[in-house]
């Protein structure tokens, strides 16, 4: 263990002269911890953390008869990706002349078009469109290419009101 002040202080077994992690129960697993054993029936091997209580074997196992299930036509293939909103509908809207009452802007006449959907319905098809997996939750952070079109059509859908985009030359999309 390093001694940097800015790293968490690991606890050490309390077996007299020992100054290994602690496992469990106060133990490194030399002195009497008791290690989680995987959950299939006749493994002796440890569980490892984030492998839902199975040893590494049969974790990739279970993934691998699940990915060969997928694949085996058992499921409907999926649908085909939307078109990216980023490649399409954003520079379309930046190219949208609001001078022209008759028209409306392509980002607003698309979330106009699926308001109705689930919720977070634009980041998943976003995500599809890139050939991203979906989100674990809605809650999930967003990486830095969501939180630029965040700002890109929130900046467009301002604009709608003053007719101005700040910054309209500068902007890019990808």
């Known amino acids: 263990m390093s001694s940097d002040s800015s790293s968490t202080p690991r606890r050490q077994c309390r077996f007299p002269g020992c100054n290994r992690s602690v496992k469990s129960q106060g133990l490194c697993q030399r002195h009497g911890a008791k290690p989680k054993l995987c959950h299939r029936e006749g493994?002796?091997?440890?569980s490892k953390g984030g492998c839902d209580g199975l040893c590494r074997a049969h974790y990739k196992?279970?993934?691998?008869?699940?990915?060969h299930a997928a694949t085996a036509?058992?499921?409907?293939?999926?649908?085909?990706?939307?078109?990216?909103v980023y490649d399409s509908v954003l520079p379309m809207s930046y190219a949208h002349n609001n001078n022209n009452q008759s028209s409306t802007m392509p980002l607003v006449d698309y979330?106009?078009?699926?308001?109705?959907?689930e919720f977070g319905w634009h980041r998943v098809d976003e995500r599809?469109?890139?050939?991203l997996p979906?989100?674990?939750?809605?809650?999930?952070n967003f990486?830095?290419?969501e939180r630029q079109m965040v700002v890109y059509e929130s900046m467009l859908l301002s604009a709608v009101e003053t007719g101005h985009v700040p910054g309209h030359a500068s902007v890019g999309c990808r």
């Open 43 to 46: 493994c002796e091997k440890q």
């Open 61 to 67: 196992e279970g993934n691998e008869a699940a990915a």
């Open 73 to 84: 036509g058992s499921l409907p293939p999926p649908p085909p990706p939307p078109p990216s």
């Open 111 to 117: 979330l106009r078009g699926n308001w109705k959907r």
């Open 128 to 131: 599809r469109a890139r050939g």
């Open 134 to 140: 979906s989100m674990a939750t809605a809650q999930q």
């Open 143 to 145: 990486e830095g290419w």
